[in-house]
């Protein structure tokens, strides 16, 4: 059977995706109550919490640079995956451990929240470029079945995504702050799950087109490399490097954005400077460069769910349903559940329209549309609405419907474009790159978030002045909505620098 032809997906992509679900329902369920925990349990104020949460946020997406770039010269996909799993599922029993020390031993729990932090963004980085870059290398070059792979394991984030906050904050967000820790433990104990699965299936059914496995360590590599004490020990390393890089910037001096700007010239020196490129692929590697700046404009209103939204969840959000106080942290669950239910009907829709299936940038440029509606509808919702007063649940429901919409419409279109785009020997560093804009857009958004005007707090940002919940959810309509037009208006050029079909 011709493989650009075929319907049916490797069985290798069922892996992947169970794989990424049980990760995701750690990240997602420590997420969902994190910036509870630091207000509630640790006592940080929300100016804080929001900036601590953007830095966490920022490098659990800058360190896949640093991942995707040993995984392609050293230790190849597999361990890469393993390794971090590990380091992730140990960051989540050391703030286990914090949940039971934050009343009687507020210095260690202090030390133990970075600490565990500090863990979890290291064992990130190795883990998540090497998941993302393996499911296009399933397919044969050009196969019409990888953005719909891409959506199929999009939808196994979100099932992790969907179940991770239900679960966690059902036994840690109980209105007792001495719960919080349940959350960790239980977030800790679906990162095992995750690792075991990669282990135990990766071999058998994680191969490329020719029947051949994915993601071994690169032939002709020094042994001392791979060695487990070497990677242990390095991987320990990490882990306190990152611990001091996120205190440094919490508590000492803002640096990590200038850190961004650096890192993407230097990767992009390093990329373009590379003579065994020719000028397509260098054009190609430009259009993943340009989609990744217009990204952050998205991930930096979408990822306010886990900092405001979850601020304006549990402060201004009707959620008494008579029998049953609904937690904060479910909303975060949300998102995902609209992503399970409608991933197939966007994979079906970007199939059934063949050639009148929109380019990606387009797509793209629809995404942060979407995006946009979403929260000019919340807005709507609380105009004219006075501090203190509950909104209804329908309101906050509506945009994380709309922001799904854009999400489908960009993040795995997104993942697909970098796919297509990136020349093979710089894959996993490109994945990682697109990450980096994620990482450009978390510390954005931990910046925004602390502008929450609450109490009658003004704030302002560019010279925008913010009154209210209205003002606050405008500037993300203004932000979204201007990238949006400015993509739809670049996109045929995209498209000739691309010099492809989509």
Known sequence: ????????????????FATEMWERFNYYGMRAILVLFMTKALLFDKAFASNLYGSYTSLVYLTPLLGGFIADRYWGNRMSIIAGGLIMATGEFILFFCGHLYDSSPEMASFLFFAGLGFMIAGNGFFKPNISSLVGQLYPKGDRRIDAAY????????????????????????GNPADFKWAFLVAGIGMLISVAIQKLFHHKYVLDPEGKVLGLIPKGQPKIYTNAVVATVSLIALSFLMIGLLY?????????????????????????????????????????????????????????????????????????IGIFVIPASFFQSLNSIFVITFAPVFAWLWLKLGKKDPASPTKMAMGLALLALGYLWIAFGVKDVQPGIKVSVIWLTGMYLLHTWGELCLSPIGLSLVNKLAPLKFASLLMAVWFLANAAANKLAGVLSSL????????????????????????????????SILLFILTKRLQQMMQMDK
């Open 1 to 16: 059977m011709n493989q650009t032809a075929s319907t049916k997906h490797s069985k290798g992509l069922y892996v992947l």
């Open 248 to 320: 440094v910037d919490a508590k000492i001096v803002n640096y990590l954005t200038y850190l961004l700007i650096a890192t993407v010239l230097f990767i992009a020196f390093v990329i373009f400077s590379d003579k065994t490129l020719n000028k397509l692929e260098k054009q190609r590697i430009g259009v993943i460069f340009i989609t990744a700046f217009f990204v952050i404009f998205f991930w930096s209103a979408f990822e306010q769910a886990g900092a405001s939204l979850t601020f304006f969840a549990e402060e201004q959000t009707q959620r008494d």
């Open 151 to 174: 959506t199929i394991f999009y939808m196994g984030i979100n099932v992790g995504g969907g179940i991770g906050p239900f679960i966690c904050g059902l036994v840690g967000d109980t």
């Open 452 to 483: 929450y005007p609450e109490a009658g707090r003004s704030t302002s940002f560019l010279g925008y002045s913010m009154y209210n919940m209205h003002d606050f959810f405008m500037l993300f309509v203004f932000m979204a909505g201007t990238a």
